[in-house]
C-alpha cells in the first residue's frame, strides 16, 4: 500500500463512525496554519467544459498529485504533502480562464484533461500565503450545466454523487477529489500500479436513490470495503452540505477486482506536469 496516503487509510473508519457535530469542530487548529490542496478547474466563457468531464478530471489530478513520486519520502512536495495529510484534507476548487488558466500551469501541480475538460490539482500548502496566481481566483460561480454521461465503463473506479444533495461543480470536484484519495489508500501496489497506468481515469455518475442506500457502508465501513469494495467520504460541512454528510461513494471495478485481488483492510485522462519538476 502507498506509504504517503497512510495517515488517511488510518482514520477511515473513525471518521465515518464519527458523530456528525463533531466533523466540523475545528478548535485544535490554528487558524493561520490551516491546509488546502488548491484545485483549478478551467472554465472559459465561451466553450465551457462538460460537468462530468470536469468532474472526471479532477478527481484524477488530486489523487495524481499525492501519488507522484515527488509526493514520497524524500521528494520535493514531500513535506508539504505530509503536512496537509496528517490533518484534514481541506481541497479548495476555484475556476480559471484564459491568461488566469495559464498562470497556474506554472505552479507546482497536475493537470489532466478528459474529454476536452481540464483540472488541474496544486501540491497543498498554507491557505494563508496562497500564491496571488490562485487567491485571486474566483471560488463561487463555478458552475456548469448538468449532462446525461450514459452508463459508465465496467473497467475503472465509479464515483456516485449523493443524489439527494445538491453541490456546486467546485464543491463535487473537492469532493470527488477526497473519493480517488480515499479508495487509494486501500489498494495494494498491483491494483495502484494498474489505475495509475490509466492516468487515474475514473467515471462520475449520480445513482438512483435505491442504488445509494444500498451501496452506503456508513454503518459498517469494513463489511463495505471487503464485500463491495465501496467507500464513502463524509464532509465537515464547512461550505454547501450539513456536517457529517456522506457526499460521495467511490467503488472499486468488479473487473478489476476479479483480476487484482484488492486485499487492503480499513484502517480505526491526459496528465501534465507542473513546470516545477
Given amino acids: 500500500m502507498n506509504p504517503t496516503l497512510e495517515p488517511l487509510r488510518s482514520r477511515y473508519a473513525s471518521w465515518l463512525g464519527m458523530p456528525a457535530s463533531e466533523t466540523s469542530d475545528t478548535s ?29 478530471a479532477a478527481a484524477a489530478a488530486a489523487l495524481a498529485v499525492c501519488l507522484d513520486e515527488r509526493s514520497a519520502p524524500g ?26 488558466w495559464q498562470a497556474v ?4 501541480g497536475i493537470t489532466v484533461e478528459v474529454g476536452g475538460a481540464q483540472a488541474r490539482a496544486l501540491v497543498p500548502g498554507l491557505v494563508s500565503q496562497a500564491p496571488k496566481e490562485v487567491s485571486r481566483l474566483q471560488i463561487s460561480g463555478s458552475e456548469v450545466a448538468p449532462d446525461e454521461p450514459g452508463p459508465a465503463p465496467d473497467d475503472v473506479p ?7 444533495v445538491p ?20 489498494l495494494p501496489d498491483e491494483a495502484l500500479a494498474a489505475w495509475a497506468a490509466r492516468d487515474y481515469r475514473v467515471a462520475v455518475r449520480t445513482p438512483s436513490p435505491v442504488r445509494w442506500t444500498r451501496l452506503c457502508p456508513v454503518d ?15 464532509d465537515a460541512g464547512f461550505t454547501e452540505v450539513e456536517p457529517g454528510t456522506i457526499t460521495v461513494l467511490a467503488q472499486y471495478p468488479s473487473v478489476r477486482t476479479r483480476n487484482t ?17
Avoid: F, Y
Avoid at 459498517?220 to 463524509?234: K, L, S, Y
Avoid at 485481488?261 to 519538476?277: C, F, L, P
Fill in 261 to 277: 485481488a484488492a486485499s487492503g483492510a480499513v484502517g480505526a485522462g491526459n496528465r501534465t506536469e507542473g513546470a516545477s519538476r
Fill in 158 to 164: 465509479v464515483l456516485l454523487l449523493n443524489p439527494d
Fill in 167 to 186: 453541490m456546486t461543480v467546485g464543491k463535487a470536484a473537492a469532493q470527488v477529489g477526497h473519493a480517488t484519495m480515499i479508495l487509494a489508500s486501500l
Fill in 28 to 56: 485544535d487548529e490554528e487558524p493561520d496554519q490551516v491546509r488546502a490542496m488548491p484545485i483549478i478547474l478551467r472554465i472559459e466563457r465561451a466553450e465551457p467544459p462538460g460537468r462530468t468531464a470536469l468532474l472526471e
Fill in 220 to 234: 459498517d465501513p469494513e463489511r463495505g470495503w471487503r464485500g463491495q469494495r465501496v467507500v464513502a467520504v463524509r
Fill in 75 to 100: 521528494g520535493e512536495w514531500a513535506e508539504p504533502m505530509h503536512a496537509w495529510l496528517d490533518n484534514r484534507i481541506r481541497k479548495v476548487s476555484r475556476r480559471a480562464r484564459g491568461a488566469h
Fill in 105 to 108: 500551469l506554472d505552479l507546482p
